[in-house]
C-alpha cells in the first residue's frame, strides 16, 4: 500500500550560476556584444534585463538594464562579503526577468553563438563553454 502524499514532487528549476533565466551571447568582439544586448533589452520593454559583462576599456554600456555587474578586470563595483559567488550573483539579480551575458568572458547556462570572422580562433579555444547552445548567428 502507497503512502498517501498531499502534494506531487516538483522539480525545483535549476538554470544558471547568475540567473534561472540566463542567456550567454559568445563568439563576437565585446563590443558587439555589448550593443545587440542593449537593443534587446530595448525591445523587451518592460522586462526587467540584468546584464553581466566585463569592462576592458570598451566605451561601456549604455545604462539599458535593470541591474548590471561589471567586472572591471581586477577591479570589481560590487564587493561580495561571503565566500559563495554563486549565491552573491542569484541575489544580486533576483528581481531581474533575464540576465544576458557576455560569454566571452562568463558563463552562461545557454548559449547564442555568434559566428565573426575576427573571433574565429578565440571562439574554437571556448569551445568546452557551449553546453547548451540555443542558436548560431551568423555576423
Do not use: W
Amino acid at each position: 500500500m502507497s503512502e498517501h502524499q498531499k502534494h506531487a514532487t516538483i522539480a525545483r528549476p535549476e538554470g544558471g550560476k547568475i540567473h534561472r533565466n540566463e542567456f550567454a551571447f559568445i563568439g563576437a568582439p565585446c563590443g558587439i556584444i555589448q550593443s545587440l544586448t542593449s537593443e534587446i533589452s530595448k525591445e523587451l520593454g518592460d522586462f526587467r534585463v540584468g546584464y553581466v559583462d566585463a569592462d576592458h576599456g570598451s566605451d561601456g554600456v549604455e545604462k539599458e538594464f535593470f541591474n548590471q555587474y561589471m567586472d572591471k578586470i581586477g577591479h570589481h563595483q560590487i564587493s561580495f562579503d561571503d565566500a559563495n559567488i554563486e549565491y552573491s550573483f542569484r541575489s544580486l539579480f533576483n528581481d531581474s526577468d533575464l540576465v544576458l551575458i557576455n560569454g566571452n568572458h562568463f558563463l552562461g547556462d545557454k548559449q547564442i553563438v555568434l559566428i565573426n570572422e575576427k573571433k574565429k580562433e578565440s571562439l574554437h579555444k571556448k569551445l568546452d563553454r557551449l553546453t547548451n547552445v540555443l542558436m548560431f548567428v551568423l555576423d
